[in-house]
């Protein structure tokens, strides 16, 4: 089953949950609030891979906190 990511309309927490992809769109109660005004949030990613030098290069725009910079949360640089 497909992990989406979800935010709050009321009170803007974000949460994660595993549903099928026919519900991926459906609203989800908020676990901080209660509230079922939830959107589907488009999920950034970061993969890594080894380079032919040894080294590794990554891809994505890292995780959610760090915009792609340089974070200590997915070693992003």
Do not use: K, N, W
Request: some cysteine; glycine content about 16%.
């Amino acid at each position: 089953m497909p992990l989406y990511e979800y935010v709050c309309g009321q009170c803007g927490a974000h949460r994660e949950a595993l549903r099928s992809s026919s519900l991926a769109d459906e609203p989800i109660e908020c676990e901080r609030c209660g509230s079922d005004d939830s959107s589907r949030q488009l999920s950034r990613f970061c993969a890594m891979s080894a380079g032919a030098d040894g080294g590794h290069s990554i891809a994505g725009g890292g995780c959610g906190s760090c915009a792609g910079g340089h974070c200590a949360t997915c070693g992003s640089h």
